[in-house]
């Protein structure tokens, strides 16, 4: 009797522990998956602090270009609305780079602005942007897939609906746009991602070359 009691405790301390580092385990990824974000939402909020400092420095040399301007500051108004989930930020970042690049288009034209110091010096720090975007995006997505795959794996399914923990959204969009915070000025250099980035993503679909190229928890 005592031998068996003893066999029973020791299933229950073992099914116990199993809980305990199963559930310490998924906690421990969606905070990974939080923090993730946070750093691309920080990179994202001096993204558009950026392209609303080009988009004054290109008005002082091209102020008739009303409409290509009026057209980057309402996507980049629609980029900065907060409460967004990842995929709605990833579809109004996609509309903020094509305008964005409808403007460095325009500013082809005005080779005084090309030369501006201020210009350049936007266009170097926006390409550096774009790089830690996109760095910390593979390591998003990487840390959501991880996440997504215990939620729906045996035996972590179950200890994950007893923890309310639930699957995240990639930051991702679909067919061409798959990437869409990424303007490429020409100037791009190959910068390596932070030491703590450490996933890998899907490679993004490179959009059609032009004169200057356009290069992802849950709501």
């Known amino acids: 009797m005592i031998t068996g009691l003893i066999i029973i405790g020791v299933i229950l301390v073992v099914l116990v522990l199993g809980f305990v580092a199963l559930y310490n385990g998924l906690i421990k990824l969606r905070n990974l998956v939080h923090e993730a974000w946070a750093q691309i939402d920080t990179e994202l909020k001096r993204r558009h602090d950026l392209i609303g400092n080009l988009v004054e420095t290109v008005k002082g040399y091209a102020a008739h270009e009303k409409g290509t301007l009026e057209d980057v500051m309402k996507a980049r108004a629609a980029a900065m609305?907060?409460?967004q989930?990842?995929?709605?930020t990833a579809a109004s970042e996609g509309e903020l780079t094509k305008a964005l690049g409808r403007l460095i288009a325009v500013a082809e034209a005005y080779p005084d602005l090309k030369a501006?110091?201020?210009?350049?010096?936007?266009?170097?720090?926006?390409t550096g942007t774009e790089d830690r975007i996109a760095s910390a995006?593979?390591?998003?997505?990487?840390t959501v897939r991880e996440l997504n795959t215990k939620v729906e794996s045996i035996p972590t399914n179950f200890v994950a609906g007893i923890a309310g923990v639930g699957k995240e959204e990639y930051f991702e969009v679909e067919g061409s746009e798959r990437d869409p915070v990424?303007?490429?000025?020409?100037q791009r250099q190959d910068i390596p991602p932070p030491g703590s980035y450490a996933g890998t993503d899907t490679p993004a679909v490179e959009p059609a070359p032009q004169s200057d190229q356009i290069d992802p928890p849950k709501a």
């Open 81 to 83: 609305q907060p409460g």
């Open 85 to 88: 989930s990842p995929a709605d």
């Open 116 to 126: 501006n110091q201020n210009f350049l010096a936007l266009q170097q720090e926006l």
């Open 137 to 142: 995006r593979r390591y998003y997505n990487a």
């Open 182 to 186: 990424r303007v490429d000025f020409g």
